[in-house]
């Protein structure tokens, strides 16, 4: 079954200090994952996706397919960095692009 | 360029009822998909639109309809609702396969 977990309902961390929020998947094929973040009062917006191998706001994640993995991370988080996370999958295989999202993390960066 | 644009923003129905929802996509795209985000959880996907066509779908039922325009705007149509169809509905626009997708606002659907 195609699934993506994220394991922390809430992850809450002092502004300066490294974040790592989990993403873990179950998908039997190639597949391309995403970090989309959604700030309060805004539109779900793409972070970053693992083809492109970026460096958004600081932010990276690493595809390790050992692990079935895609956890991001950042090494020091802004107060601006508060926001729900959520990390999806989509087959590289398919035509229709298809988007299997995780229950989402929200990432609180207290002062 | 303007973005993905969704109406109505929110929107109450009673159970039984019928709901439309629209979207008009991006500019240059010709993919168009729904997702319902139940409170608490990540969208799940409905089905995709290309070109006017059903281009895959999630595990909703038939009630749950949709169309794509000639323009590639797109309705989301939900027959018979029921009180778990309140949600959150999102679309998301972009272009064929692998091309990124960009979301709308979303509609707040509550079913009384």
């Known amino acids: 079954a195609q699934r993506v977990t994220q394991p922390e309902k809430l992850l809450s961390v002092f502004k300066g200090a490294p974040v790592e929020l989990k993403c873990n998947y179950s998908y039997s094929g190639s597949p391309e994952l995403f970090w989309y973040v959604q700030y309060s009062r805004q539109r779900l917006q793409l972070l970053l996706r693992h083809i492109s191998r970026e460096s958004i706001k600081g932010f990276t994640a690493d595809l390790n397919k050992g692990e079935t993995s895609f956890h991001l991370k950042k090494p020091f988080a802004q107060e601006e960095d508060s926001a729900m996370y959520y990390c999806?999958?989509?087959?590289?295989?398919?035509?229709?692009?298809?988007?299997?999202f995780g229950q989402g993390t929200t990432l609180q960066v207290k002062p | 360029e303007t973005g993905v644009t969704q109406s109505p923003t929110h929107l109450i129905k009673t159970r039984g009822q019928q709901v439309t929802l629209r979207c008009s996509s991006q500019s240059g795209h010709n993919t168009v998909s729904w997702y319902q985000q139940a409170l608490g959880q990540g969208p799940q996907f409905i089905f995709q639109y290309y070109r006017e066509e059903e281009n895959g779908r999630g595990n909703f039922p038939p009630r749950f309809s949709g169309l794509q325009f000639p323009n590639y705007s797109s309705e989301l149509n939900v027959n018979a609702l029921e009180l778990d169809d309140s949600a959150l509905y999102l679309c998301?626009?972009?272009?064929?396969?692998?091309?990124?997708?960009?979301f709308g606002p979303g509609t707040r659907l509550t079913v009384l």
């Open positions: 998301a626009s972009g272009g064929q396969g692998t091309d990124t997708q960009y």
């Open positions: 999806a999958l989509r087959s590289l295989s398919g035509n229709t692009g298809k988007l299997i």
